[in-house]
């Protein structure tokens, strides 16, 4: 005999192919005499709330999956961001910085030529008044 008592009628069940081990009352002895143990049997291993249970468990251990994906990639795209946002300041102070360096290669420019014009003037100057005083 079994410790286990039948789910049915509270007798002593824990041979289910034994009639002696329930009560004459008993829903297994009346289906066990109707199908002969075989849907009995199958229908005592049948659990659908259990099945049900597993199938929810299921379905929330993926969706646990999947938003634990959701989160890896949010976290990579924020990283990403920060990075493309660090690298666009970067890129506008150089930026900037070349519009100064520009800025000042044009005044250095134009402060040559006024000096090599200065230069020009003073030397046609020079050489005309040289040139003057040779035809005195």
Sequence with gaps: ????????????????????????????????????????????????????????????????ERDNVYYELSTELHVWKASHDNLVRQLSVTSDSLEIATEGLVDIYNQYEHINNGYAQGAAKMASETLRRLEE
Aim: charged share 30%.
């Design 1 to 64: 005999m079994s410790d286990e008592l039948c789910p049915f009628c509270g007798g002593e069940g824990g041979n289910i192919n034994d009639e002696k081990c329930h009560k004459p009352s008993c829903y297994f002895v009346k289906q066990n005499s109707i199908d002969v143990g075989y849907g009995l049997i199958k229908e005592w291993n049948t659990r659908p709330i259990e099945d049900a249970l597993r199938k929810q468990l299921m379905v929330l251990h993926y969706r646990d």
